[in-house]
């Protein structure tokens, strides 16, 4: 199983600012099927990246992904107020299909 | 426009076994995709529970393969999913999500249903 580490677990910055969340994998993630998903409080994850820096449909491209093998980045080039949530990488190249801990981007 | 909405009991008790379904609509579930099955324990991280695709091929997470079983009705365009000798720590939010088939095999979720909580208590 592969195992996702997240990091920071909290981020603290103000709109405006950059965010830049790491999520490392135990192994090498398979042809970098990794995604990255939004969550805010009482919702449902949504789909930001697919394929390590696809992004999905509708998402601003204030919001890029990056990284290769175990080591994968989601930057959020100037954070807007709806931007503040809870951000999980996942890994869909072997099963079973894993999620990282998460990353709470809050607001300073 | 896709839409997923679970349903089913809220409360279950222990060693009881969990059942819920999720009713899709605005897309056939017999024209592709996987369909797959996320539960989030409150205050916590996410984590898969299984996937099955429209012709019955499924796939279980290992730690809790034991206890787990999807199924898929075409006819009614609805999945579900049954978890066996629930204990406390099966109290979660339950989600059901379409997933891309990636390589023959699940992968990202890009629908999701907007969850139902399930709480196990006698």
């Known amino acids: 199983e592969i195992v996702l580490t997240q990091s920071p677990g909290t981020l603290s910055l103000s709109p405006g600012e950059r965010a830049t969340l790491s999520c490392r994998a135990s192994?090498?993630?398979?042809?970098?099927?990794l995604a990255w998903y939004q969550q805010k409080p009482g919702q449902a994850p949504r789909l930001v990246i697919y394929?390590?820096?696809s992004r999905a449909t509708g998402i601003p491209d204030r919001f890029s992904g990056s990284g290769s093998g175990t080591d994968f980045t989601l930057t959020i080039s100037r954070l807007e107020p709806e931007d503040f949530a809870v951000y999980y990488c996942?890994?869909?190249?072997?099963?079973?299909?894993?999620f990282g801990g998460g990353t709470k981007v809050e607001i300073k | 426009q896709v839409q997923l909405q679970e349903s089913g009991p809220g409360l279950v008790k222990p060693s009881e076994t969990l059942s819920l379904t999720c009713a899709v609509s605005g897309y056939s579930i017999s024209s592709g995709y996987y369909w797959g099955w996320i539960r989030q324990p409150p205050g916590k991280g996410l984590e898969w529970i299984g996937s099955i695709y429209h012709s019955g091929s499924t796939y279980y997470n290992p730690s809790l393969k034991s206890r787990v079983t999807i199924s898929v009705d075409t006819s009614k365009n609805q999945f579900s999913l049954k978890l066996s000798s629930v204990t406390a720590g099966d109290t979660a939010m339950y989600y059901c999500?379409?997933?891309?088939?990636?390589?023959?095999?699940?992968?990202?979720?890009?629908?999701w249903g907007q969850g139902t909580l399930v709480t196990v208590s006698s």
């Open positions: 999500a379409r997933q891309f088939r990636v390589e023959a095999n699940p992968g990202r979720c890009d629908y």
């Open positions: 394929g390590a820096s």
């Open positions: 192994q090498s993630v398979s042809s970098n099927y």
């Open positions: 996942q890994q869909y190249g072997s099963s079973p299909l894993t």
